[in-house]
C-alpha cells in the first residue's frame, strides 16, 4: 500500500512583513520578464537587419518564447513540488540567462530560435507561475493589493525596457545587447531567495493522504496474478502522475474547466489585438510614425493605471458585483472596446482605444489570481495557472494567424479585430456564466447569497 500526497491545502503565514517582501520579489520578476518579452520586439528588428531575414522568419523568435512561456506550464508544476519555489525560479533565471548570453554569438536565426526562443521562453515559463503563485500563500488580507503590486512589475517593464533595449542597441549592437540583458537578468536571483515556502515546506503541506492500492485478487492461476498486478501498478502509476500534476483540478472542481475555456479564448483574441495594434494604426495611416509608435506606449499606461486601480474597484465597487464578474465583465468590454475600434479612425480616438484595451486587460490580469484563489483556494493558484496557460497558449497561436488571414481575404483589419473582439465575448461570457452557477448553487444550499468582492 502505497501513500501519495494530496497538495490541496497549504499552510499560510497571514500578512507578515516577509509577505510583503515576497510580493516585491514577484514584482521584479514580472517587471524583467514581460519587460524582455517586449524588448524582444526591439531586438528582433536589429537581428533582421542583421542578418536580412524576411520578419516572418525572424518573428518565430517570438512566437516560440511566447509558447515555451506558457506550455511547459504543468512541467513547472510538478519542478516546484519536487525543488521547492526558490530553486525552480534560480532554474528558470540561469535558463533564461544562459539563452540571451548564447544569442551573442549566434551565426543563424536558427541558433536565436534555440537561445531566445526556447531556452529564454522556459526559463520565463518556470518563474511566472511561482512569481505569482506564491503571493497567496503568504498574504491573505489585501490580497488582491499584493496582486496589484507584483503586476505593476509588467506594466513597468513593457514602458521601460523597449527603451533601455534600444539604447543599448544602438552603443553595442544586437549581440553587445544581449550579454547587457544577460547580466542584468541575474538580478532575478535576489528576489529568488525569498522564494521559500511557509514553515519551511518544500513544496505546499500534506494534511491529507490518498490511499492507492494495488488490487489484490485471489486466483488458482498464478500467471493471472501477475497480469493483473501488472495492471494494477501501471494504474497506480498512472494516478501517480497525474495527482502529481494536480490534474484532479478538472474533476473536482467543473467551474476551472469553463476558466480554462476562458483562457483559450482570451488567448485567441488578446494576444492579437496587442501584436495587430500597431500594424493596424499604420494601415489606418493616422498619423506619423512618431505618433504612431506612441500608441504602444499609451497602450502600456492604460495596462499600468489598471492594475494599479484594481484594488480601488476592490474597496469601492458595489456589493453585488463579486470577483468573477468583474473579471467576466473586463473581458465583455474589452470585446467591445475591439469591435467598436472600427470607428477609431483619427489619432486621437485610436489612442484613447488603445489605452482603454490596456486599462481593461490590467483590470483583468491582475484579478486573475484573485479569481483562482477564490475558485480553488490560495494553495491550488501555482497549479491552477501552470495547467491552465497551454490552452492560452494555443489560443495565442491560432489567433493572429486566422485574423491575419481575414485581412489578407478582405484587406480590411477592422474584421480582424472583429474577430478578437468576439473571441473576448465568448471568454467573458463563459465566466459570467460560471458565476451565475456559482450564485445559484449557493441560493440551493443556504438560501441566500451574499455576492461580495473579496
Same mark, same amino acid.
Request: contains cysteine; charged residues 10%.
Given at each position: 500500500? *502505497? @501513500?501519495?500526497?494530496?497538495?490541496?491545502?497549504?499552510?499560510?503565514?497571514?500578512? !507578515? %512583513?516577509?509577505?510583503?517582501?515576497?510580493?516585491?520579489?514577484?514584482?521584479?520578476?514580472?517587471?524583467?520578464?514581460?519587460?524582455?518579452?517586449?524588448?524582444?520586439?526591439?531586438?528582433?528588428?536589429?537581428?533582421?537587419?542583421?542578418?536580412?531575414?524576411?520578419?516572418?522568419?525572424?518573428?518565430?523568435?517570438?512566437?516560440?518564447?511566447?509558447?515555451?512561456?506558457?506550455?511547459?506550464?504543468?512541467?513547472?508544476?510538478?519542478?516546484?513540488?519536487?525543488?521547492?519555489?526558490?530553486?525552480? +525560479?534560480?532554474? &528558470? #533565471?540561469?535558463?533564461?540567462?544562459? !539563452?540571451?548570453?548564447?544569442?551573442?554569438?549566434?551565426?543563424?536565426?536558427?541558433?536565436?530560435?534555440?537561445?531566445?526562443?526556447?531556452?529564454? /521562453?522556459?526559463?520565463?515559463?518556470?518563474?511566472?507561475?511561482?512569481?505569482?503563485?506564491?503571493?497567496?500563500?503568504?498574504?491573505?488580507?489585501?490580497? +488582491?493589493?499584493?496582486?496589484?503590486?507584483?503586476?505593476?512589475?509588467?506594466?513597468?517593464?513593457?514602458?521601460?525596457?523597449?527603451?533601455?533595449?534600444?539604447?543599448?542597441?544602438?552603443?553595442?549592437?544586437? $549581440?553587445?545587447?544581449?550579454?547587457?540583458?544577460?547580466?542584468?537578468?541575474?538580478?532575478?536571483?535576489?528576489?529568488? *531567495?525569498?522564494?521559500?515556502?511557509?514553515?519551511?515546506?518544500?513544496?505546499?503541506?500534506?494534511?491529507?493522504?490518498?490511499?492507492?492500492?494495488?488490487? @489484490?485478487? @485471489?486466483?488458482? =492461476?498464478?500467471?493471472?496474478?501477475? #497480469?493483473?498486478?501488472?495492471?494494477?501498478?501501471?494504474?497506480?502509476?498512472?494516478?501517480?502522475?497525474?495527482?502529481?500534476?494536480?490534474?484532479?483540478?478538472?474533476?473536482?472542481?467543473?467551474?476551472?474547466? *469553463?476558466?480554462?475555456?476562458?483562457?483559450? %479564448?482570451?488567448?485567441?483574441?488578446?494576444?492579437?489585438?496587442?501584436?495587430?495594434?500597431?500594424? $493596424?494604426?499604420?494601415?489606418? $495611416?493616422?498619423?506619423?510614425?512618431?505618433?504612431?509608435?506612441?500608441?504602444?506606449?499609451?497602450?502600456?499606461?492604460? /495596462?499600468?493605471?489598471?492594475?494599479?486601480?484594481?484594488?480601488?474597484?476592490?474597496?469601492? =465597487?458595489?456589493?453585488?458585483?463579486?470577483?468573477? $464578474?468583474?473579471?467576466?465583465?473586463?473581458?465583455?468590454?474589452?470585446?467591445?472596446?475591439?469591435?467598436?475600434?472600427?470607428?477609431?479612425?483619427?489619432?486621437?480616438?485610436?489612442?484613447?482605444? *488603445?489605452?482603454?484595451?490596456?486599462?481593461?486587460?490590467?483590470?483583468?490580469?491582475?484579478?486573475?489570481?484573485? +479569481?483562482?484563489?477564490?475558485?480553488?483556494?490560495?494553495?491550488?493558484?501555482?497549479?491552477?495557472?501552470?495547467?491552465?496557460?497551454?490552452?492560452?497558449?494555443?489560443? &495565442?497561436?491560432?489567433?493572429?494567424?486566422?485574423?491575419?488571414?481575414?485581412?489578407?481575404?478582405?484587406?480590411?483589419?477592422?474584421? =480582424?479585430?472583429? %474577430?478578437?473582439?468576439?473571441?473576448?465575448?465568448?471568454?467573458?461570457?463563459?465566466?459570467?456564466?460560471?458565476?451565475?452557477?456559482?450564485?445559484?448553487?449557493?441560493?440551493?444550499?443556504?438560501?441566500?447569497?451574499?455576492?461580495?468582492?473579496?
Amino acid at each position: 500500500m *502505497a @501513500e501519495v500526497p494530496d497538495h490541496g491545502t497549504i499552510t499560510r503565514q497571514g500578512n !507578515g %512583513f516577509y509577505g510583503w517582501l515576497v510580493a516585491i520579489a514577484s514584482h521584479i520578476c514580472y517587471l524583467f520578464v514581460f519587460g524582455m518579452m517586449t524588448a524582444t520586439g526591439v531586438l528582433v528588428v536589429a537581428i533582421q537587419q542583421s542578418f536580412d531575414y524576411s520578419s516572418a522568419r525572424v518573428s518565430w523568435i517570438i512566437s516560440l518564447q511566447f509558447l515555451f512561456q506558457l506550455t511547459i506550464g504543468p512541467v513547472t508544476n510538478v519542478i516546484v513540488k519536487k525543488i521547492g519555489f526558490r530553486m525552480t +525560479v534560480v532554474i &528558470g #533565471t540561469l535558463a533564461a540567462i544562459v !539563452g540571451m548570453f548564447l544569442s551573442a554569438f549566434a551565426n543563424s536565426v536558427e541558433f536565436l530560435y534555440f537561445s531566445h526562443g526556447t531556452l529564454v /521562453g522556459f526559463g520565463y515559463g518556470l518563474v511566472t507561475p511561482v512569481a505569482l503563485g506564491i503571493v497567496p500563500l503568504y498574504i491573505n488580507h489585501n490580497f +488582491v493589493v499584493a496582486i496589484a503590486i507584483v503586476q505593476t512589475g509588467s506594466g513597468i517593464g513593457n514602458l521601460m525596457f523597449p527603451h533601455v533595449m534600444q539604447s543599448l542597441i544602438d552603443y553595442y549592437g544586437w $549581440r553587445g545587447a544581449s550579454i547587457v540583458f544577460a547580466a542584468i537578468h541575474a538580478n532575478m536571483l535576489i528576489p529568488a *531567495a525569498l522564494f521559500k515556502a511557509p514553515n519551511g515546506q518544500r513544496g505546499r503541506t500534506v494534511p491529507k493522504t490518498e490511499k492507492i492500492t494495488t488490487v @489484490e485478487l @485471489e486466483s488458482d =492461476s498464478e500467471s493471472e496474478n501477475e #497480469t493483473k498486478g501488472r495492471r494494477s501498478s501501471t494504474f497506480s502509476d498512472l494516478r501517480k502522475i497525474l495527482t502529481l500534476c494536480d490534474c484532479s483540478l478538472f474533476v473536482k472542481h467543473p467551474m476551472f474547466i *469553463a476558466y480554462t475555456v476562458s483562457r483559450f %479564448f482570451d488567448g485567441l483574441g488578446f494576444s492579437g489585438s496587442v501584436m495587430h495594434l500597431i500594424a $493596424r494604426a499604420r494601415e489606418l $495611416r493616422i498619423g506619423t510614425d512618431k505618433e504612431i509608435a506612441t500608441v504602444a506606449s499609451v497602450f502600456a499606461i492604460g /495596462g499600468l493605471l489598471g492594475k494599479m486601480s484594481v484594488p480601488l474597484f476592490v474597496k469601492f =465597487s458595489c456589493k453585488c458585483l463579486t470577483t468573477l $464578474r468583474l473579471f467576466g465583465l473586463t473581458y465583455l468590454m474589452a470585446g467591445a472596446a475591439d469591435i467598436l475600434s472600427a470607428v477609431s479612425t483619427t489619432y486621437v480616438l485610436y489612442t484613447v482605444f *488603445a489605452f482603454s484595451l490596456g486599462f481593461l486587460s490590467g483590470i483583468f490580469y491582475t484579478l486573475l489570481a484573485q +479569481v483562482l484563489k477564490d475558485m480553488l483556494g490560495p494553495a491550488m493558484v501555482t497549479a491552477a495557472v501552470s495547467l491552465s496557460s497551454p490552452f492560452e497558449a494555443i489560443g &495565442g497561436l491560432i489567433g493572429p494567424p486566422c485574423a491575419g488571414a481575414l485581412f489578407d481575404l478582405t484587406g480590411d483589419y477592422n474584421y =480582424s479585430f472583429y %474577430f478578437y473582439g468576439a473571441s473576448l465575448l465568448i471568454s467573458g461570457s463563459v465566466l459570467l456564466i460560471c458565476d451565475l452557477f456559482k450564485r445559484r448553487r449557493q441560493v440551493g444550499r443556504t438560501g441566500y447569497t451574499v455576492p461580495t468582492l473579496q
